[in-house]
């Protein structure tokens, strides 16, 4: 109970964060963001409830947030 069960090559995380946090992420491969509350920065596009970002080639994401909130981050393999 509580998890999802996927059968692609893709981790799935859910990140919460408050209103004014700055995190550091390292990435080793591609992503996907989707925001389900609140508002924030990431590697300095803002973001707000229900945007998406695609994220390959970037070696790490700082994400600062504005207000209370949550993102899934899709863990991704690198397109060929």
């Not at 389900?36 to 409830?49: C, F, H, S, Y």
Request: charged residues 25%.
């Amino acid at each position: 109970e509580g998890s999802v069960s996927l059968n692609q090559d893709v981790d799935l995380w859910r990140l919460s964060f408050d209103g004014s946090s700055i995190q550091e992420r390292k990435l080793e491969r591609a992503g996907w963001v989707q925001v389900v509350a609140g508002e924030l920065e990431i590697n300095g596009l803002r973001l707000k409830a229900g945007d998406g970002l695609g994220i390959i080639g970037e070696p790490a994401l700082t994400l600062k947030a504005f207000q209370p909130g949550e993102l899934l981050f899709f863990d991704l393999p690198h397109l060929d």
